[in-house]
């Protein structure tokens, strides 16, 4: 029986953060196979590699053959994403914000876990808020990139998902179990052995673990519980122009520590900013003013498209996977449409996802900094004492920036340059609705689209629209910044 | 029902009240969750100066609202929702009052936040002072507020209560916080540093009354012991140029813990001293002083007077009941002075009555009180808070509000012994304003007292009390079938007017400098 040879063995050798030195023990021909694998490490429009097998010589002399992550597929990837992003749909709890930060952990434990299969990319230890290092895959120890890919996200969904119905956990179960046999291409069992599929499995939980661990200090961490017995109770500002709780619930504050939480990549939430909103007023002609009966007016008079727009785009939690998991399900979509490979997948999962988290931590920090008063009670206040938005509820937390603004545009700026600027696409999300699917020209209409709609629904001004875009591209850009390859 | 009438005695004179909260054109709710199971109040005053009260609603998370009166007179009340500046969440009580003397009635916004203080402009319009005036901004859950002009200040004195430490919600017991004594500064422009009523044991209503008549106003205060700690009701001495400070058990006070929620006093038996009704869940008190004005010592009388309203009377509810809102005022114009409690559960609290109406206890000349809320048509079931009976159609029979919880305020008009086609007075009454040219224009602390032919009915002008509800406005006195009566005035410093007769069924203007003059709605 042959091994498969660690393709990535050279890659990990030279992890930047690596005190070690990584016992080397590729052959030349292995090396060589890199280069002809060289093939394209795992561009963006391109499917699976082929496989390509490479040998080497195993410390205990045993021949031993590996194919890297873009060897794969991304199938398990997307299978695993759709199941994450259904529990989010269904598990009480899991508001925008809480979503958004189960992804950016789902997304970063996929790409931690096969990285050491990605030639020529890093681990990003070092490089994230507080996570100076994670297991390292033993250089001599091939491993199988699907499988360490389904027990990763098997075990991250588990412990990032602990309050799921029984019936989604079985699902994770059932998942983890199936993958195999559902793509024997990718898990094709003449090729993995007992031992390779056992470490693999192995590495993947551990990844699991690591970043769980991690995850369990960034102050997000069951978020959905009732009361954070760490914290006082949030006692909301009060004064002329600030946020009070609307109707139609009047339901406290959401998440108000939110902002608080340690971001992935930027290295504080206050390092992007929305831009500065207009002076408080009430008084008739001033831009605040204007603002509110902009709103008013936009919202009461909004065309049927309009109208459309503002609930396709609502994502709201229990009925949808929320705004992040709308453009991680495009993401998907996406990537299964063109064949990526496991490669791409993590990398574009991580991306996304990650700067889709610090948007919200960034957006609740300036949120529950300025507590800027909604719509809804502006209007009441100033306007229309009997005014509420008819199409949406407004969400329970201060106006300014707009979560989908911030968040939307986060994605969009990840999207364009990982798949390109012209790319159209088709959103799927809500076909289960009947609302789709809806082609886009490309990822920034459809982040215009989604920020806008929240005017159209009568919940944001347009300045909490405007002014949450730069903020979004911010932690785009952030992350877009880290060093991926070496 | 009512109790069996001796043979000799004449039947109870029972006032209509008809709903008209939907014909008045009265839409607001108090909503609201935790931070708003208390307050939910009204304030009535009039700011166009045509003698009809204007109404001031708090929402609690809903938009306040202030409706300008269009009422005519003596006929359906019809109010007008109107800008007015005082636009507001977060709401839950108000009480209107003149703090700086120039005649246009100012208003204090009670909210969970900072309370404000808006300063009339005249015509129903309204702007924050809480800068102009240097009001503190405290964050905290506000919850009470009386007002009371110290001797030789222009400005009053102001005392605002808070309930519990709003970042506690998850142990609020013992977290009272401390209530807030506010003073003019040396220019008399602005008010100084507060001082602290220290402690603070969750206030739910507070008054400024001179309790034993000697010319200097006392701050009671209703506090809630659902909350504090070896907390009690409290008294504070309040003397010009000195500290605060509470009566003591030396000096006669007697130690007495409730579910203090609201205050309502007045003069019911006529010794000129005020008697104290405090509500409360189940165990509402009817205080009345034991030794006269020497001691600051009560004694309850609420069972001896038949005014415990510990239960609900019509319903099926048997559970105890609670009480908010308190207020003595004469509604069928009697001249005895009846009593008003608004009542309704804190919000499904098992323990207590679900259907808990209103309660309408007509005093009587033996100093009794009988229940006749059903009989008055005013048993509403809704779970009411604040409340206020104020004439809105200048018909001089007082009109009734209340604020409910969770559901609509309500409005109700008394149409004495008639219809509403056809009202019917059922007593004479005469209206009476107080007005001084100094800083306390209105001339609050002032007691009037109304001369029925050998018996008097005194009245202490007051800003407070009640549960998160206050008026300014016509003084009402019910003359029973007196045509004619005399009355007359101590205004604050302790000074008397002369008597003066006024004839039944008027509007008056006492004025210090002037004397009595009839006046007559423009």
Same mark, same amino acid.
């Given at each position: 029986m042959s091994y498969l040879i660690p393709s990535i063995a050279p890659a990990l050798a030279q992890r930047r953060h690596s005190a070690k030195a990584w016992a080397l023990k590729a052959s030349a021909v292995a090396l060589a196979a890199i280069a002809a694998v060289a093939y394209c490490p795992h561009g963006y429009a391109q499917s699976a590699a082929p496989a390509a097998t490479l040998v080497a010589a195993k410390p205990e002399g045993a021949l031993v053959a590996a194919k890297p992550a873009s060897a794969f597929s991304s199938n398990v990837v997307y299978d695993w994403i759709y199941l994450d992003l259904q529990i989010i749909q269904q598990t009480p709890g899991f508001s925008p914000p809480v979503a958004a930060?189960?992804?950016?952990?789902?997304?970063?434990?996929?790409?931690?876990?096969?990285?050491?299969?990605?030639?020529?990319?890093?681990?990003?230890?070092g490089q994230l808020n507080d996570l100076s290092s994670l297991p390292w895959a033993q250089p001599d120890e091939p491993l199988h990139w699907p499988t360490v890919a389904n027990a990763a996200l098997a075990t991250m969904s588990r412990m990032m998902f602990p309050t799921a119905s029984a019936e989604n956990k079985g699902k994770i179960d059932?998942?983890?179990? &199936?993958?195999?046999?559902?793509?024997?291409?990718?898990? &094709?069992?003449?090729?993995?052995?007992?031992?390779?599929? &056992?470490?693999?499995?192995? +590495?993947?939980?551990?990844?699991?673990?690591?970043?769980?661990?991690?995850?369990?200090?960034?102050?997000?961490?069951?978020?959905?519980?009732?009361?954070?017995?760490?914290?006082? *109770?949030?006692?909301?500002?009060?004064?002329?122009?600030?946020?009070?709780?609307?109707?139609?619930? +009047?339901?406290?504050?959401?998440?108000?520590?939110?902002?608080?939480?340690?971001? +992935?990549?930027?290295?504080?939430?206050?390092?992007?900013?929305?831009?500065?909103?207009?002076?408080?007023?009430?008084?008739?002609?001033? *831009?605040?003013?204007?603002?509110?009966?902009?709103?008013?007016?936009?919202? &009461? *008079? *909004?065309?049927?498209?309009?109208?459309q727009f503002a609930l396709y785009w609502a994502d709201d939690p229990g009925k949808t996977p929320t705004p992040a998991g709308h453009w991680a399900y495009i993401a998907n979509d996406i990537l299964k449409l063109r064949k990526a490979n496991l490669a791409t997948a993590a990398e574009t999962f991580a991306r996304l996802n990650m700067a889709m988290s610090d948007a919200f931590v960034a957006a609740w920090h300036t949120k529950y900094t300025l507590n800027i008063i909604r719509p809804v009670t502006y209007v009441q206040l100033g306007i229309d004492s009997n005014w509420v938005p008819t199409l949406l509820p407004t969400p329970p937390f201060p106006d300014y920036p707009s979560g989908h603004s911030v968040q939307s545009s986060a994605a969009y700026t990840v999207l364009e340059q990982l798949f390109g600027a012209d790319t159209p696409f088709v959103d799927n999300t809500h076909n289960d609705r009947g609302w789709g699917p809806r082609t886009f020209k490309n990822f920034k209409a459809a982040a215009d689209e989604a920020a806008l709609s929240r005017m159209y629904g009568g919940i944001h001004y347009r300045f909490s629209i405007e002014g949450g875009k730069p903020q979004g591209q911010c932690t785009a850009k952030a992350v877009m910044a880290l060093q991926f390859k070496r | 029902m009512l109790p069996a009438q001796a043979a000799d005695t004449p039947p109870l004179a029972i006032p209509h009240f008809v709903e008209e909260t939907d014909t008045a054109g009265l839409q607001i709710r108090y909503d609201g969750q935790d931070e708003?199971?208390?307050?939910?109040?009204?304030?009535?005053?009039?700011?166009?100066?045509?003698?009809?009260?204007?109404?001031?609603? =708090?929402?609690?998370?809903?938009?306040?609202?202030?409706? #300008?009166?269009?009422?005519?007179?003596?006929?359906?009340?019809?109010?007008?929702?109107?800008?007015?500046?005082?636009?507001? =969440?977060?709401?839950?009580?108000?009480?209107?009052?003149?703090?700086?003397?120039? %005649?246009?009635?100012?208003?204090?916004?009670?909210?969970?936040?900072?309370?404000?203080?808006?300063?009339?402009?005249?015509?129903?319009?309204?702007?924050?002072?809480?800068?102009?005036?240097?009001?503190?901004?405290?964050?905290?859950?506000?919850?009470?507020?009386?007002?009371?002009?110290?001797?030789?200040? $222009?400005?009053? =004195?102001?005392?605002?209560?808070?309930?519990?430490?709003?970042?506690?919600?998850?142990?609020?017991?013992?977290?009272?916080?401390?209530?807030l004594l506010l003073?003019?500064?040396?220019?008399?422009?602005?008010?100084?540093?507060?001082?602290?009523? !220290?402690?603070?044991?969750?206030?739910?209503?507070?008054?400024? /009354?001179?309790?034993? #008549?000697?010319?200097?106003?006392?701050?009671?205060?209703?506090?809630? #012991?659902?909350?504090?700690?070896?907390?009690?009701?409290?008294?504070?001495?309040?003397?010009?140029?000195? !500290?605060?400070?509470?009566? =003591?058990?030396?000096?006669?006070?007697k130690r007495l813990q409730v579910w203090g929620m609201g205050i309502a006093s007045h003069d019911v038996d006529g010794?000129?001293?005020?008697?104290?009704?405090?509500? $409360?869940?189940?165990?509402?008190?009817?205080?009345?002083?034991?030794?006269?004005?020497?001691?600051? /010592?009560?004694?309850?009388?609420?069972?001896? #007077?038949?005014?415990?309203?510990?239960?609900?009377?019509? %319903?099926?509810?048997?559970?105890? !009941?609670?009480a908010w809102h308190a207020q003595f005022a004469d509604v069928n114009n009697d001249g005895y002075a009846d009593l008003f409690v608004v009542k309704g559960n804190v919000s499904t609290m098992p323990d207590f009555a679900i259907l808990d109406p209103n309660n309408l206890l007509l005093g009587e000349p033996d100093g009794h009180f009988t229940e006749v809320g059903q009989?008055?048509?005013?048993? /509403?079931?809704?779970?009411?808070?604040?409340?206020?009976?104020?004439?809105?159609?200048?018909? %001089?029979?007082?009109?009734?509000?209340?604020?409910?919880?969770?559901?609509?305020?309500?409005?109700?008009?008394?149409?004495?012994?008639?219809?509403?086609?056809?009202?019917?007075?059922?007593?004479?009454?005469?209206?009476?304003?107080?007005?001084?040219? !100094?800083?306390?224009?209105?001339?609050?602390?002032?007691?009037?007292?109304?001369?029925?032919?050998?018996?008097?009915?005194?009245?202490?002008?007051?800003?407070?009390?009640?549960?998160a509800s206050g008026n300014l406005g016509w003084m009402h006195f019910g003359l029973g079938q007196a045509q004619e009566a005399k009355l007359r005035v101590q205004w604050p410093g302790g000074s008397w007017s002369d008597w003066v007769s006024a004839a039944a069924d008027r509007f008056y203007v006492l004025n210090r400098e002037t004397g009595l003059a009839a006046w007559k709605a423009p």
């Open positions: 930060r189960a992804l950016g952990y789902l997304g970063l434990a996929l790409y931690e876990a096969v990285v050491p299969g990605m030639p020529g990319y890093q681990s990003l230890a059932l998942l983890e179990r &199936n993958l195999p046999i559902k793509y024997s291409q990718d898990f &094709n069992p003449s090729t993995i052995t007992a031992d390779i599929s &056992n470490r693999s499995e192995t +590495f993947g939980k551990l990844m699991a673990m690591a970043i769980m661990t991690w995850a369990r200090t960034d102050g997000g961490h069951e978020g959905w519980g009732p009361l954070r017995k760490d914290r006082p *109770a949030w006692v909301p500002p009060s004064g002329t122009g600030k946020w009070s709780a609307t109707p139609p619930t +009047f339901a406290p504050a959401l998440l108000p520590y939110w902002g608080q939480n340690r971001p +992935f990549v930027i290295k504080k939430a206050s390092d992007c900013q929305a831009t500065v909103p207009p002076v408080y007023s009430e008084e008739p002609g001033s *831009a605040f003013y204007k603002e509110g009966l902009e709103v008013y007016q936009i919202s &009461n *008079a *909004a065309t049927q498209e309009q109208r | 708003f199971m208390v307050g939910g109040g009204v304030a009535t005053f009039d700011c166009d100066g045509d003698g009809l009260p204007e109404v001031y609603v =708090t929402g609690g998370v809903n938009k306040a609202k202030f409706y #300008r009166n269009k009422s005519r007179r003596g006929g359906p009340i019809q109010l007008k929702e109107e800008r007015s500046g005082l636009e507001l =969440t977060s709401a839950t009580g108000a009480y209107p009052l003149d703090i700086d003397g120039d %005649g246009k009635t100012d208003l204090v916004v009670l909210r969970v936040g900072e309370i404000e203080v808006f300063r009339g402009l005249g015509q129903c319009k309204f702007e924050r002072a809480n800068a102009l005036w240097n009001i503190p901004d405290n964050n905290d859950w506000h919850t009470a507020f009386s007002a009371t002009w110290e001797r030789g200040n $222009s400005m009053p =004195t102001l005392a605002i209560g808070s309930y519990y430490d709003r970042g506690r919600p998850d142990f609020p017991w013992g977290t009272c916080t401390p209530n003073r003019p500064d040396a220019t008399g422009k602005k008010y100084a540093a507060p001082e602290l009523l !220290s402690p603070g044991y969750c206030a739910l209503s507070m008054l400024f /009354s001179d309790w034993n #008549r000697s010319g200097q106003a006392s701050l009671r205060i209703a506090n809630d #012991r659902e909350y504090y700690k070896g907390g009690q009701e409290q008294l504070w001495k309040v003397t010009p140029g000195q !500290s605060p400070r509470l009566y =003591t058990a030396e000096e006669g006070w010794d000129g001293l005020p008697e104290v009704f405090i509500t $409360s869940m189940a165990d509402n008190k009817f205080q009345k002083l034991e030794h006269g004005a020497n001691q600051p /010592s009560y004694v309850d009388q609420a069972y001896k #007077r038949g005014i415990t309203a510990h239960r609900p009377y019509v %319903g099926g509810d048997i559970h105890p !009941s609670t009989q008055a048509g005013m048993a /509403s079931f809704l779970r009411g808070r604040g409340g206020m009976l104020v004439d809105l159609n200048g018909d %001089g029979l007082l009109d009734m509000l209340v604020v409910n919880r969770m559901d609509k305020a309500q409005l109700w008009r008394n149409v004495g012994a008639g219809t509403p086609d056809q009202p019917q007075a059922m007593g004479h009454w005469l209206q009476l304003r107080l007005h001084q040219d !100094s800083g306390n224009a209105d001339a609050v602390g002032a007691w009037v007292e109304v001369d029925l032919g050998g018996r008097i009915v005194r009245e202490e002008l007051t800003v407070g009390g009640g549960h």
